[in-house]
């Protein structure tokens, strides 16, 4: 183990002179006056890093626009979470009028709101089952290829649920489309992260939550035109039109080159980052993918670490604290309450507004729209966030969003208890902006900025699943809550994120500008203090 985590120092500079994408680099870059000459590839900067050096290179056009092919599947996630969100009172309480058939069709299909949060709660619980197999999936076929046959589950879950005739059927609709996300999940931000170098993996480690909050967006605006019945089951039917749009797009873009490096494909690996690094020398990086193979052909018959021996700190270098910091992250996240303004913040502001049945039929009503509003804010917050990722840390990001969101949640709390609306929607709005710039997108971050290769799939894996099995657990009880505590249903999420500001504070490990072994040997060891005055540091013989 010790080899490949000390693999990253740097290179010897003779491997820039058997690279034919360096020789090709150095013999064709323009000097000022026009003229073509070599190029000393072997000049740093006062860091010591090569300004043609591609691990460093910055964010390109190619490269965004295959990040968004991919990221196509996390918009189809956003648009299956965020579309039930404006119609559920027209399908579960028959808002729009009393059922009637047409065609074979029911305009709702009644249920109590126990029953409602099942079948919202059943997609993260799809999601969770997803994330099992997508990890295997995505090693076997590619990760290309896993996103074009994901593209069935979304697919098949649009028609099911589209066509539904029972609580039954829409639940069913609702899982196998679940299944699409947690698939999406997973693929999506591995493929963002393997494409990605180290100038631009903050924004592009960012891009899974943009596009789910872009997908959900969306829905939510052709929710207003598409929410009477039995026009709901278009809404839920474009998601199968996503799917089958990304399924021709996904053919003219590349695989990720670390996958191909360890399918052993290299010249296949070498001419796509030629591709993605358009004018840098990919030498360095090149190296990396082979070292990482090299690797892997030596422990071909060495037995992994298991998950338990990595959660116990039994492996070679105790990663304890930093598997922690994984799995809090994507625990806290969705405890904080953001999906469930995600999906019943309808309902929350149609009850803060009081709003009657014939209001309620006369769409888009004000909760409707203020929903949108909700959505959009999220969107820009998300940029935002991404933005300034890289320019002030991640630790001090999630810092301001999580006490942000702890503060903004106590006065939902405060305009539910004095029954004002406009209170309530306007804490709303500050909620998403604060949870969504930080928050809600770092802890998918988390675990392939933290940990080393070896640990990655296990632990990633796990805490996948946590977040989407946490997910489904706050989906199905959040409208529990709601007839239960009303005004103090978000008292939980206060103290979650006050927690989790408290993390950040003294517990986040920070990889801003850092590699993974820089990471792995700063934050190494027993969970612990890292931060602030408590601060410890680790021995390895402690």
Known sequence: MSKFIEHDV?????????????????????????KKKGVDIYEADEQGVSPTDSRYSRLNCPLLLFAITAAISSINY????????????????????????????????????????????????????????????????????????????????????????SVAQLSVGRFVSGIGCGVAANVVSTYCSEVSTIRSRGFLGGFQQLMILVGVFLSQVVSIGLSKAPLWRVLFSISAAIAIVQTLLLFFIPESPKYLASTKQIDKAEAVLVRLRKDMDIAFELDDLLTVLEYSRQTDYVPQPTMWQV????????????????????????????????????????????????????IPTIAQLLTLGIGAVGLFSVILGMCILDKVGRRTVLMVSSLATAISSALIVIGSKVDIGPVVAAAMYLFN???????????????????????LGSISGLATSINCLTLFIVSFI????????????????????????LFAVFMMPEARGKSIVKVVDQYKGPIRCVAGPFAKKYSSSN
């Open 10 to 34: 740097q290179r010897p500079l003779s491997l820039y002179r058997t690279s034919s994408a360096a020789a090709s680099f150095a013999s064709t870059s323009p000097t000022s006056n026009g």
């Open 78 to 165: 956003g648009w299956v979470i965020g579309s039930i969100n404006i119609p559920a009172l027209v399908i579960e309480e028959c808002a729009d009028g009393p059922v009637a058939w047409t065609n074979g069709f029911p305009s709702c299909i009644p249920m109590s709101s126990t029953l409602w949060g099942l079948v919202v709660g059943l997609t993260p619980l799809g999601a969770w089952a997803g994330s099992m197999f997508s990890g295997i999936a995505a090693d076997k076929f590619g990760r290309k290829h896993m996103l074009m046959y994901n593209n069935a589950f979304f697919v098949s879950g649009a028609i099911i649920a589209s066509t539904s005739t």
């Open 311 to 362: 959660l116990a700190g039994k492996t070679e270098i105790d990663l304890r604290h930093l598997v922690f910091s994984v799995l809090f992250l994507m625990l806290s996240q969705q405890w904080a309450g953001g999906k469930g303004v995600m999906f019943y913040s309808t309902e929350i502001l149609s009850d803060s507004f009081h709003l009657s049945d014939e209001e309620i039929k006369h």
């Open 433 to 455: 902006l604060s949870f969504q710039s930080g928050a809600g997108f770092i802890p998918y971050l988390c675990a392939s900025e933290l940990l080393p290769y070896y640990a």
């Open 478 to 501: 959040f409208p529990i809550l709601d007839k239960a505590i009303g005004p103090y249903l978000f008292v939980p999420f206060i103290v979650t994120s006050f927690v989790t500001f």
